[in-house]
């Protein structure tokens, strides 16, 4: 029987290489900035087109390589940083593996310049598919140039698989401000079909975070410092008030690495359980100065994962120094126990203004549990209508009677539809609209009588719903209508928010929003959809909270493109908890809630609608 076992080509083990170290275009710059880092550069260019797919181009001014080193870069295994086994306990530099170059080589084009600074010519090397095309000296600048054309050319299913340009150009900006981040030192400049999204200068580690995050992060930065004999740390903490509810400007970097480690992220947000909601999560940029012997970064093919030999003193150190500089930097409001706030006017050496008492407005006569006749459908009613029914006054064919919603908030999503849709039966007489006194509690929830008991419903949850499904209706048939504003405003987002922004603009559209591109990361917001129809709504504020939570409803639900778009534009739309309703409004919010395909839950998945029936009420007063 003759052997089976062979070895591979080296063409076919270099692309399986290639299957770990390089899944995008964003693997391939990380790996080139990091390679032009460790050249000893003190200037990095980065050129993209088609987010990657067409070009890379990474130009450095480092030390550069040999005629022999250039040629031996792409060899796998080949690397100047590591020597004998003991060397990998004292890792400092970015790379080491040798087998970066080697896995970009067998699936793209690759052209590479390279010089000296104390040699006249430098070497220009061509690859197609592992394969050298040809070798020979070239006039060039000092540093190192190096093209990656058409990445996958020659595994056109790994190709397929790649997302937008949009998606993968936010892939690479990611990977580029985590290099930048970790060397403010150096100076960056990224380039993208011709259009220049960055110009890092060489500074300190607070101006970098302002030149890549925004001129606005200046005032949100804490810095965090601590020397132990265990780690060094250093860096930048957000104040609570400007959390987000996405984790994307979270970094930790260990000796200048950046990594992603849940345990360490659990240190610093118990840091601030006592100052933010559970799901908000604070900036951080904390960068974690260990003896390399005391870990071991060679644990995941993308050196993204490390391995602590005491990670339980690490964690505390951790915690203990954020919570300080939370503490020192007067996070916590301040009160004056001297003062009484009913001086203030006098410290100022103002007149008092006349104190007038406050005054209630009631009727005597009010009793939720008798049925009334609805109130005409006054200015109260009319301004509901614009504001929160998408400007239609119209009731929906579907609203049922109060005497029945509690046997079908009971049902099932498909009962529910089933009933509304019943044709000539004994109970479309009772299904009419009736109107009845209802009870707003706490500005919170809305209660009403309802023939077995009372009915309560939480009321942003009720509206949220509401919105939900209408934008999704809007979605799909792209019909959103848009209300004109009087003063257009501009929104400028990061980089990262401008491109996925410019992903989404056809279904913003679609909502009723009127945006356009202007410039440099900036939008114009013409329009706003008429389903929002206030005048008080802050155009900028709501973009900005719709892409964030656009973000955060696909990372924690993995929801498609439209459906968390249309979540995050009713979450931030709808009326909030705390906001008192009149008669009209309460009516009319729960008319259209039960002209809902699925009244009951709450697009989280809550209920809206709870019911207590004279029974458990009889119970509570031993009956």
């Given at each position: 029987m003759s052997d089976i076992i062979q070895l591979l080509p080296d063409s076919v083990a270099n692309q399986i290489a290639a299957g770990e170290v390089v899944q995008r275009p964003a693997s391939a710059v990380k790996e080139l900035l990091e390679n032009a880092i460790d050249a000893g550069a003190n200037k990095v260019q980065l050129i993209v087109k088609d987010a990657g797919k067409s070009l890379i181009q990474v130009i450095d001014n480092g030390s550069g390589m040999s005629v022999t080193d250039a040629r031996m870069c792409f060899e796998r295994h080949a690397t100047s940083k590591v020597r004998k086994a003991e060397d990998l306990f004292a890792i400092r530099t970015m790379g080491f593996r040798g087998e970066a170059m080697a896995s970009i080589a067998a699936i793209a084009q690759v052209e590479m310049k390279t010089r000296k600074h104390d040699e006249e010519l430098g070497t220009l090397i061509e690859i197609e598919g592992s394969l050298f095309?040809?070798?020979?000296?070239?006039?060039?600048?000092?540093?190192?140039?190096?093209?990656?054309?058409?990445?996958?050319?020659?595994?056109?299913?790994?190709?397929?698989?790649?997302?937008?340009?949009?998606a993968e150009m936010r892939h690479i900006l990611d990977e580029f401000q985590r290099v930048a981040l970790a060397h403010p030192a150096i100076a960056f400049t990224l380039h993208h079909d011709g259009a220049e999204i960055y110009r890092l200068p060489a500074s300190?580690?607070?101006?970098?975070?302002?030149?890549?995050?925004?001129?606005?992060?200046?005032?949100?930065?804490?810095?965090?410092?601590?020397e132990t004999s265990i780690i060094n740390l250093k860096g930048f903490i957000g104040k609570p008030e400007f959390a987000k509810k996405t984790r994307g400007e979270q970094f930790f970097f260990v000796n200048n690495r950046f990594i992603k480690d849940p345990y360490l992220n659990h240190a610093v947000n118990r840091a601030y359980e006592e100052l933010l909601p559970d799901d908000n999560f604070p900036l951080y940029v904390l960068f974690i100065d260990i003896d390399p012997a005391k870990?071991?970064?060679?644990?995941?093919?993308?050196?993204?994962?490390?391995?602590?030999?005491d990670e339980k003193s690490i964690y505390a150190i951790l915690h203990s120094a954020v919570k300080r500089s939370l503490?020192?930097?007067?996070?916590?409001?301040?009160?004056?126990?001297?003062?009484?706030?009913?001086?203030?006017?006098?410290?100022?050496?103002?007149?008092?203004?006349?104190?007038v008492p406050p005054t209630i407005n009631f009727n005597p006569n009010f009793n939720p549990f008798?049925?009334?006749?609805?109130?005409?459908?006054?200015?109260?009613?009319?301004?509901?209508?614009?504001?929160?029914?998408?400007?239609?006054?119209?009731?929906?064919?579907?609203?049922?009677?109060?005497?029945?919603?509690?046997e079908i908030a009971k049902d099932t999503a498909e009962q529910q539809q089933h009933k509304m849709e019943l044709p000539g039966s004994d109970?479309?007489?009772?299904?009419?609209?009736?109107?009845?006194?209802?009870?707003?509690?706490?500005?919170?929830?809305?209660?009403?009588?309802?023939?077995?008991?009372?009915?309560?419903?939480?009321?942003?949850?009720?509206?949220?719903?509401?919105?939900?499904?209408?934008?999704?209706?809007?979605?799909?048939?792209?019909?959103?209508?848009?209300?004109?504003?009087?003063f257009p405003q501009t929104v400028t987002l990061s980089p990262n928010d401008y491109e996925l922004a410019k992903s989404?603009?056809?279904?913003?559209?679609?909502?009723?929003?009127?945006?356009?591109?202007?410039?440099?990361?900036?939008?114009?917001?013409?329009?706003?959809?008429?389903?929002?129809?206030?005048?008080?709504?802050?155009?900028?504020?709501?973009?900005?909270?719709?892409?964030?939570g656009f973000k955060n409803s696909q990372q924690e639900l993995k929801l498609d493109k439209r459906d968390a778009l249309a979540r995050s534009m009713a979450r931030n739309s709808a009326i909030k908890s705390g906001t008192a309703l009149q008669q009209a409004e309460?009516?009319?919010?729960?008319?259209?809630?039960?002209?809902?395909?699925?009244p009951n839950y709450s697009i989280s998945g809550r209920p809206v609608i709870q019911t207590i029936g004279l029974l458990e009420l009889d119970k509570k007063f031993d009956k």
């Open positions: 095309i040809k070798q020979e000296p070239v006039a060039t600048s000092a540093g190192t140039s190096i093209c990656i054309k058409n990445l996958f050319y020659n595994t056109p299913a790994r190709r397929n698989f790649l997302r937008s340009n949009p300190a580690l607070k101006q970098r975070i302002v030149h890549l995050f925004g001129n606005n992060y200046n005032e949100r930065l804490i810095p965090v410092e601590e870990i071991d970064v060679n644990v995941h093919p993308t050196k993204t994962e490390i391995k602590y030999l503490g020192r930097f007067n996070i916590s409001p301040t009160i004056d126990f001297d003062q009484e706030t009913g001086f203030s006017a006098m410290i100022t050496h103002k007149a008092p203004e006349e104190i008798t049925e009334e006749k609805p109130e005409p459908r006054d200015h109260a009613y009319a301004s509901f209508s614009k504001n929160y029914s998408g400007g239609s006054g119209n009731l929906s064919p579907s609203t049922k009677n109060w005497g029945t919603l509690y109970t479309e007489e009772q299904f009419a609209p009736v109107q009845k006194q209802l009870m707003q509690l706490h500005n919170k929830y809305i209660i009403s009588q309802i023939k077995s008991g009372i009915m309560l419903i939480d009321q942003q949850a009720a509206h949220e719903r509401i919105l939900y499904e209408r934008f999704i209706l809007h979605l799909e048939d792209r019909k959103g209508a848009s209300q004109q504003s009087l989404l603009l056809d279904d913003i559209k679609s909502l009723g929003f009127e945006v356009r591109e202007f410039g440099k990361n900036t939008l114009v917001i013409e329009g706003i959809p008429v389903d929002l129809g206030s005048n008080n709504i802050n155009e900028t504020q709501l973009f900005e909270h719709l892409i964030e309460m009516n009319m919010l729960i008319e259209q809630l039960f002209a809902c395909k699925t």
